[in-house]
């Protein structure tokens, strides 16, 4: 590729009524590195050309669906150089297949896909054709999630012995889903989401959060899922106890019918000398308590902190970052990937950049959720 020109990204989704889709857009073109030139944006031709002239794209490029796109962009002079995957669930597999199958690398949403028998073939179709795959897990992102996975790898909290995270949301209170809503629609609906309601929406986030912060793997979990407003189709409400291949237990809960909260994810990790505590809400501090000893609350951009949150940090002390920042970071790091991949240059894809594993990870955490929940017993990872 040409030195110093930006990458050239495909989206595939992010038509009218997105959510996901315009942040992805503002994400990955924030850093100036990257930009969307091409999309089959909607289900529709016509409400996809609408969406490539909201987004000021070329017309002819705006394409009817993705195998067109692929097909057009592989036959150009100046080519995508990646795809970025921003529909519902169902779509994820089969976008992602034929994008590698045609030769271009994949940057996709989470969840990685509808199931994990799905995931288990993406997972060999990354694997053949040796190209970055990214995953969106947003929240790896943060300046002080970033400064909190250091702290836990330097030991300094000792053991890890207790670890509790929860995502609560409150939006999915009354039926949304009756009323012609969007992003409801589609995620109460078990053909377009997959099986995992609530716990493959936002409960995945926490899991990879909990594994990605602390460097442990679940190795156990007791889960209950619940649909707790009449006529809903899959679970709005879970929790779940863990066990950790340390030793150490856990818990998890995610629920989107917790009136009144907003975007409540939390990470606390409890260590035999000190404890850290992170939210999402308030994500530029991160409260790390000691058991002999004053409690400190670290900021976004200090200069004491370690060099993993400093480098994804944009702005001075006091000018808050927030989720759009802690997405491009993700976007950032894809971008240097995809460089060195073009320069032939081996395992380009950085450890803090979720990729297959963390698909493949997360996918099985949904699966053998729904299944302990089903049975009411503990089930082996």
């Known amino acids: 590729m040409a ?21 992805h857009r503002m994400a990955a073109e924030l850093d100036g590195r990257i930009e969307l030139v091409a999309g089959a944006f909607s289900q529709t031709a016509e409400h996809s050309r609408a969406a490539g002239e909201a987004y000021r794209i070329d017309s002819a490029r705006a ?12 036959k150009r002079p100046d080519p995508i150089d990646f795809v970025a995957i921003v529909t519902p669930n169902h779509l994820h597999l089969p976008v992602a297949l034929a994008a590698l199958e045609a030769g271009f690398p994949v940057m996709s949403d989470k969840p990685a896909t509808a ?14 054709s040796q190209l970055p795959y990214g995953l969106t897990h947003t929240y790896a992102g943060y300046s002080m999630v970033r400064e909190a996975r250091s702290i836990c790898a330097s030991r300094r909290l000792g053991t890890i012995r207790k670890v509790a995270v929860e995502y609560l949301q409150g939006w999915l209170s009354a039926p949304l889903e009756t009323t ?3 992003q409801a629609t589609w995620r109460s609906d078990p053909a377009l989401n997959g099986p995992g309601g609530c716990i493959g929406d936002i409960g995945v986030h926490a899991f990879h959060l909990l594994e990605y912060v602390t460097a442990l793997s679940v190795e156990s979990l007791n889960a209950a899922l619940r649909s707790v407003v009449p006529g809903r189709r899959l679970d709005d409400d879970c929790t779940a106890l863990l066990r950790m291949d340390n030793g150490a237990t856990g818990v998890l809960m995610a629920s989107q019918i917790a009136a ?6 939390r990470l606390r990790v409890y260590g035999e000398k000190g404890s850290i505590d992170w939210r999402q809400e308030d994500p530029n ?7 002999d000893g004053p ?14 949150a400093r480098v994804v940090t944009r702005l001075p002390g006091g000018h808050p970052e927030g989720y759009v920042e802690a997405f491009a970071v993700l976007y950032r790091e894809f971008a240097d990937a995809l460089v060195a991949w073009h320069q032939k240059k081996p395992n380009s894809l950085p450890a803090t950049l979720p990729g297959i594993r963390a698909a493949v990870r997360g996918m099985r955490f949904i699966d053998r959720a729904i299944e302990s929940s089903k049975s009411g017993r503990w089930i082996n990872f």
């Open 3 to 23: 030195q110093g020109r930006k990458l050239r990204m495909g989206m595939v989704g992010g038509g009218p009524g997105a959510f996901i889709g315009p942040v």
């Open 260 to 265: 009144g909260e907003l975007n409540g994810l």
């Open 180 to 182: 012609g809503q969007k």
């Open 115 to 128: 199931t994990y028998a799905e995931v288990l073939q993406l997972e060999k179709a990354v694997a053949k």
């Open 285 to 291: 501090r991160l409260r790390v308590k000691w058991l």
């Open 63 to 74: 394409y009817a669906n993705y195998v067109e796109m692929l097909d057009a962009e592989g």
């Open 295 to 308: 409690e400190e609350i670290r900021h976004a951009a200090g200069g004491y902190l370690s060099d993993d």
